[in-house]
């Protein structure tokens, strides 16, 4: 559209340089860097994430390693993207009501990001880019592999579309803007564009699909432990992931009360403004809590948020033997020093809290700068890079049974085991066999 008077004092120095197509674009083309990085540096502490995922592996050593191949898509997405910002920076240079007319610009982008994907090039990971596809299709609408081998690349995958939940609900802004009539998809970003609870439904999809996987994979079990007879199985009987599904639940309220106090009217709602913050922040006080709990204890597979709420026993003996690996982790470690579990540990923390905020739409009239929004989506995707370095190496850990220990003197005592500790304060006894539920 033409630059509109009324549409540009609205537009914020930030969104000047960056409007919401290109932040779209780059965090998407940043998260599959990150991916690249994963599996990067897993490879060198010898962690097999291909067979983790059951992707195939190289059957010829002239075939580039699964991180170079990533990197070689990254690179090929990077590169238009630099320059199709640089070309927008050059013809717009910071006026508003230029800024306002070249959307056609970012929002090409946006197409070639998605052909790149669709198209069946051969030298640009076609087979990586395909297995992504055919895995996006299962699970965006709730699906979950039946084989359990092929499970965990779909639980992978369903959680990294959380992180990216508010990302989603900017990519839809986004497309709204660009094909509604006298608005510019550069402009400030129109939230309420499509109705008021388009937007808060977008966002909470990633959860939803998170949720039927997780009861799907209830009912599996309980199915299971039907056809023998009632007799509970090795997986238990569910309450493993009833517990997960009431995880991914918790993000329903701070988006559904997020999107009654943006377009707040006492006489549809029946309850204060105050009231109505008040529920929302006890929602999402029990959101970031839960699931933080959740990555350190069940994702993660580390003592410490069970060691610190549980009394340990009294040690009178002088001959008590030393922990058998470092406090608050397992014995099993893979990474270089358990200073990184205890670092991970609170920048998930300090991250998780933050994310629920972003998760409500109404808190962005406090971020008048488009930027502050920006910087907690980048958070958000840097955090879950950090939990998937993590998650695969407990991953494999379950899977082996067994790993190298960090250092000597940590060296555990017997071979990690699949058992929920009788500390856990959650659901301890959700499993009956030796085994635990494959689950994140």
Sequence with gaps: MDGDPAVEPELDAFS???PLPYRVSLIIVLGIWAWGLNLHYLSFLKIDVPNLIRYPHRHSSTLPSHHLSVYRLATLLTIPLFLSILLFWTLTYGNPRLVLTHE?????????????????????SRSGRYRFLSTLRRVSIGGIAEAPDLKFGDILLADVLTSYAKVLGDLFVSLCMFFSSGVSSTAKPNRGCGGSYVVPLIISIPSVIRLRQCLIEYLRVRRLNAKNGGVIGPAGWGGQHLA??????????VIILSALQRGYDPAKIGLSETTLFRL?????????FYSFYWDVTKDWDLSLLTQLFTSPPSTTSSTTKPPSHPYGLRPALHLQTSTIYYLAILLDFLLRCTWSFKLSPHLDHFNDLEGGIFVMELLEVGRRWMWIFLRVETEWVRVNQSAMPLHNHHRAASSFSDEPRPDDILLSEYGHGNGKVDDD
């Design 16 to 18: 000047l340089v960056l």
């Design 104 to 124: 056609l610009l970012p929002q090409s982008y946006l197409i070639l990001l998605i052909l790149i994907f669709a198209l069946p090039i051969q030298y640009l």
């Design 244 to 253: 997960n599904a009431l995880k991914y639940s918790s993000a329903f309220p």
């Design 280 to 288: 929302w922040l006890l929602a999402v006080f029990l959101n970031s």
